[in-house]
């Protein structure tokens, strides 16, 4: 990191941490007659203090944390420890995907649901979620895999968003080599520093070839981002869900001399096309909106009721043809008035992936087309 960045940041973190502190501005012990005032520009409506620092040139930077030194009311605010504290702080600020300061040495957090899963959805579309990137659940993708080639399934559904980061980029590379064509690059880790790139490539034939959608969201994370964003460069996939998390990065936790850890991300994963996956990560093709928690309960739900219970949103029913035009369902609601009345809680209904059926969506519409 250059000194030119580490200044912004320091300029930054002090500039916000001072303001509470600091009264407005006044004339202290000024002699002779005051200077009339000078017009200034009037300051965009926008502007943010991040902003405004990232305007400073270097001479403005040295200038200001000069001028702090030697002015501020409050000295023992501007120690060299303090710049320090300021300097870090703003980095961690600035560089959440980069950086992390851990209070002690831990491991990567697992998935929210590390099993494999897989479902034949309207006896047509295969769905496998991959969870955990482990060597169980690449066996049991081969096994869905093949009994879905015995149904003769073209259409298959990816769901990435059970999937975090692991540190076996050799075995996330053989997830998507199940998929990806045979001597093509699936990701690149690069690795400026020391100009390493190691390239991860498929030495075998893909095992489906049919259509395929992913489905990924702010849970999809670490070498996960590079099997997305690689199953959409080769297969001309559609990336359904959110953003991932823009953590395709290979990290390294090094040690402090008070114990504490410092996690920096030290290569980042390159896509088939060139581009780099960190910190942007992938965005999807087509965004659909779903919390994290609803997602979670319906997957944890998935091993008993299957996936298909939470793909369709059924509604209301409507009682006759004017509460269906208007929307309403007056005999409903009155008997959930009636619960609340007498301390029930009128009952929930059940969760729903919006994310999953806009995919089974844009299988159906494709299919329909691919017939006319």
């Not at 059924?314 to 619960?339: D, I, S, V, W, Y």
Request: glycine residues 8%; hydrophobic residues 40%.
């Amino acid at each position: 990191m250059s000194r030119f960045l580490l200044a912004i940041f320091l300029v930054f973190l002090l500039g916000a941490n001072l303001a509470a502190q600091s009264p407005g501005p006044t004339s202290a012990g000024q002699t002779g007659p005051k200077s009339p005032p000078q017009p200034t520009p009037s300051p965009s409506a926008t502007a943010t203090a991040e902003q405004l620092v990232d305007s400073l040139g270097p001479a403005d930077l040295q200038a200001f944390i000069t001028l702090l030194k030697s002015n501020f009311t409050d000295p023992d605010a501007i120690t060299d420890t303090e710049l320090n504290r300021a300097t870090v702080q703003g980095l961690l600020a600035r560089l959440p995907r980069g950086i992390t300061l851990l209070a002690e040495k831990e491991g990567v957090p697992a998935a929210a649901s590390g099993e494999f899963y897989s479902e034949l959805i309207a006896g047509r579309t295969g769905y496998v979620r991959l969870g955990s990137l482990t060597n169980a659940n690449l066996q049991a993708l081969d096994k869905a895999l093949s009994g879905f080639a015995a149904k003769k399934v073209n259409d298959l559904i990816v769901d990435l968003r059970a999937s975090s980061a692991t540190s076996d980029l050799s075995l996330a590379a053989d997830f998507a080599k199940r998929f990806c064509p045979k001597g093509k690059p699936i990701f690149t880790v690069s690795k400026p520093a020391g100009h390493q790139d190691r390239v991860f490539s498929s030495d075998r034939e893909p095992i489906f070839r049919g259509l395929l959608m992913v489905l990924t969201d702010s849970d999809t994370s670490g070498a996960v981002e590079a099997i997305a964003s690689a199953l959409r460069f080769y297969n001309k996939t559609l990336i359904i869900g959110q953003p991932t998390a823009g953590r395709a990065a290979e990290y390294s936790d090094l040690p402090l001399p008070g114990g504490k850890i410092l996690r920096v991300a030290v290569a980042e994963m390159i896509s088939p096309d060139g581009r780099s996956l960190f910190p942007e990560g992938v965005t999807p093709d087509l965004p659909v909106e779903m919390s994290l928690t609803e997602k979670r309960q319906i997957f944890q739900s998935s091993s008993e009721k299957g996936m298909e219970s939470f793909i369709y949103d059924a509604g209301r029913p409507h009682m006759n043809e004017a509460a269906l035009l208007a929307g309403t369902n007056p005999e409903l609601e009155a008997a959930e008035a009636a619960q609340q009345r007498r301390g029930h809680a009128p009952e929930k209904p059940p969760p729903h992936d919006p994310v999953l059926q806009r995919a089974l969506d844009v299988v159906t519409s494709l299919e329909v087309y691919q017939k006319r």
